[in-house]
């Protein structure tokens, strides 16, 4: 039998080839795969029942690096071929349409999407050699229709120039700091326009008074793993405000709160217990809730979907999600919930329910019934 020696020259050059057909052949050879580490995404809606997913990943060979000088060691984290992919993608056919290349000058950092009124916004925030930047594209076509210079032409509170960028999914909004010492302006992607803080932002929506409900889970009594479920009702300016009040403790603040206010009410929805339960995404429909199934070091996370009336329409149990969702601190610090609980977001158009778990992937669930129709690692 021959035998074949190779040198370290051999392999090194045997390395570069299988990294360069990992990086350049592979891709060309699976078009819908969708690569790097998930960042965020959006759901641009296309009918009544589903939609296309906007997603946006990481893309760059990341290591970490190690200096040494007298007196001084550091480790920090860099990159080699900086870059965003954000794709477009019909979970449908399970099929990318289309893919967004978007090169970054280092690691990406506090990065996201969102999607307004036909407008698909990416927004970063700097980190050393790179700048924050907005860039907006055409949810039609995917054709980029603004990059960071045109969106500050377009509001003249910007108009020093952009230092920091924050994007806010929960209000829809983005908040920026200028060069000419600007401090947390806030743009609403609903009204596009810029607020000179977060809280003249609020003073805004504080004038929409039209009825409206809203869920809320709150801790039952002293037990704050045991949150309970209710609906207030009343003008949508004093839910915003007695939001968080209502939050800290069923008993007294609530019977306090719906005395002194005139068509102000809350009810208990159905005779359920959330354990370490957050409400994830709410609309007219009901709520979608994410708890647990015990308290401890070890625990299984569920998703809940409830209707107006509190009523579970369907459940879905840790064996149909990630397993890296499982609490187990045993194993690792980082799962338990108030450590975690930041990297999961769940997004809904039409029938389409997605579970987002950052730098993991998607699940797509129907609305209706709860069953899995997709996934995207």
Known sequence: MPIFRIGCTG??????????????????????????????????????????LWILTDGSFNYISSTKTPGRYSIGRKCLSCKAWI??????????????????????????????????????DAYRKGEARVLL?????????????????????????????RLDKNNRTMEFDTRDGKTNLVYSSEDERVYPSYSSFLDEQRKDTRETDMFFLCSEDS??????????TGPRRQLLDRRSALERNCSGNMKHITRHIKGFTT?????????????YHQDDEGAIII????????????????????????TVPQSELFD???????????????????????????????????????IGFDHKTGKKIFTVN
């Open 11 to 52: 392999v090194i050059l045997v390395l570069i080839l299988v990294a360069g057909g990992y990086f350049f052949l592979y891709p060309i050879l699976t078009p819908d795969r969708i690569r790097g580490d998930l960042i965020d995404c959006v759901i641009v809606p296309q009918n009544a029942e589903t939609g296309r």
């Open 87 to 124: 794709y477009e993608y019909d979970p449908v056919r399970e099929k990318v349409i289309r893919k967004i290349k978007v090169k970054y000058d280092d690691i990406i950092m506090n990065a996201g999407i969102l999607y307004s009124k036909g407008t698909v916004y990416h927004v970063a």
């Open 137 to 165: 594209y055409d949810a039609a076509t995917g054709t980029m229709v603004g990059d960071t210079k045109s969106f500050i032409s377009r509001h003249p509170e910007l108009s020093g120039g952009i230092t920091k960028a």
């Open 223 to 232: 037990h704050d793993a045991r949150k309970l479920l209710y609906r207030a």
């Open 267 to 279: 009810q208990r929805m159905q005779d359920l217990v959330f354990l370490q339960g957050m409400i």
């Open 291 to 314: 708890h647990l199934n015990q308290t401890g070091r070890k625990a299984d996370r569920i998703i809940t979907c409830v209707d107006h009336d509190g009523k579970i329409k369907w």
């Open 324 to 362: 890296q969702l499982k609490i187990d601190e045993d194993r690792d610090v980082m799962t338990r919930v108030d450590l975690s609980k930041d990297k999961i977001a769940v997004l809904r158009s039409g029938n389409m329910v997605v579970l987002e778990v950052y730098q993991l992937g998607l």
